[in-house]
């Protein structure tokens, strides 16, 4: 039950900060004169702002979640 209870935590931190990381991105980009959306620096974008979350997961929001594993306290 905690695990599914994480996964569904991962999945909704994935989701909504991930998509506020990349809507700021966007409207940087656009604030430039730039269009992302049409060229293929989207990718590159998506892919630093997943290093992001999973390096922000490992380091701190790991420790606040639902699941309670070995070494965990």
């Keep these: 039950m905690r695990l599914s209870l994480e996964l569904i935590r991962i999945l909704a931190i994935l989701l909504i900060i991930g998509g506020l990381l990349s809507s ?3 409207t940087l980009y656009a604030s430039f004169g730039f269009e992302i ?6 990718m ?3 892919i630093a702002i997943l290093l992001i979350l999973f390096v922000l997961y ?7 979640g639902f699941y309670k594993g070995k070494g965990m306290t």
């Design 44 to 46: 590159p974008v998506g």
């Design 37 to 42: 959306a049409n060229t293929n620096g989207g």
């Design 58 to 64: 490992r380091n701190k929001l790991q420790f606040s």
């Design 24 to 26: 700021i991105v966007f």
